[in-house]
């Protein structure tokens, strides 16, 4: 019996508020989120890089539309019965009224939760002035507050992504964020424990971190003990994917060897991954 999404909104709350962190990873289409689902994750997020790798556009350079990336998410929903985050990239525009309705589509592609930044997606002004991120965050609160379930909204500080490496910036803004209504706070590209571990002591709400990407690598253990409630892997099983792929086409084309099939997942392990909702 398939979970409705108030149902599925209570357990994703439910991730959130237990000790210790869980890890949320990020598929990018239908297949890779019944992978991991069978895997026993416990919860999933979408990746924007991912998402747009698949459809064959560049990442973070506005080429996925608000409704094609909501067109993936909705099939990533229909194909697992976990709790969905949807990354919201900038919330698909400048003005808070645009955070707010993304969060609404959202929210009817099946999510019960979602992520809004504060990058702008201009590489000359990279991150919006605080007051302006604060009212998009605060548009999206209200909107997420809307709806007929507990929708879980990430407030998302970019400066760390976006060569602004200013650890007491980006915790003023976690915190605005917090008092604003968001109910995860989330710094990309925090570069040590020491660092992650400060702004977790700086607000009360749970903080999201990522892992995969190029510095630091640490585990779940180690995240948790530094005060980490979720941690997320972005676009990094989407490339290691793509990696994988990358390989092994070059032996291919280079070599003119099939080396590489020794290493792939058997047929029928796939197969069973993709098993009809009535079998599995």
Request: glycine share 10%; aromatic share 6%.
């Amino acid at each position: 019996m398939r979970l409705n999404q108030e149902d599925k909104a209570a357990r994703f709350r439910e991730l959130h508020e237990r000790p210790g962190a869980f890890v949320i990873p990020n598929p990018w289409d239908a297949g890779s989120a019944r992978i991991l689902e069978g895997l026993g994750f416990e919860a999933l997020a979408t990746t924007s890089a991912g998402i747009a790798f698949s459809l064959g556009r560049r990442d973070g350079e506005g080429a996925v539309s608000r409704e094609a990336a909501l067109a993936v998410t909705r099939q990533i929903v229909d194909a697992t019965d976990l709790p969905v985050s949807a990354d919201l990239e900038n919330g698909y525009g400048d003005a808070p009224e645009t955070a707010a309705e993304t969060i609404l589509l959202a929210a009817e592609a099946g999510v019960v939760g979602g992520s809004i930044e504060d990058s702008t997606g201009d590489p000359e002004k990279p991150i919006y002035e605080l007051e302006h991120a604060v009212e998009r965050v605060a548009a999206a609160v209200e909107a997420a507050r809307s709806l007929r379930f507990q929708f879980v909204l990430t407030a998302r500080a970019e400066n760390f992504l976006h060569g602004r490496p200013d650890l007491d910036d980006t915790i003023r803004r976690l915190q605005a964020f917090e008092a604003a209504g968001a109910d995860v706070l989330y710094a990309p590209g925090l570069r040590d424990l020491e660092a992650i571990r400060t702004v977790c002591g700086a607000v009360s709400r749970p903080v999201n971190v990522v892992m995969g990407l190029a510095r630091g690598s640490f585990s779940v253990d180690e995240l948790a003990a530094a005060g980490v409630r979720r941690i997320s892997v972005g676009g990094a099983l989407s490339r290691a994917a793509l990696g994988e792929f990358i390989r092994a086409a070059r032996e291919i084309r280079e070599r003119g060897t099939f080396t590489f099939a020794s290493q792939a997942v058997p047929h029928a392990e796939a197969n069973g991954f993709m098993a009809p909702r009535s079998a599995r």
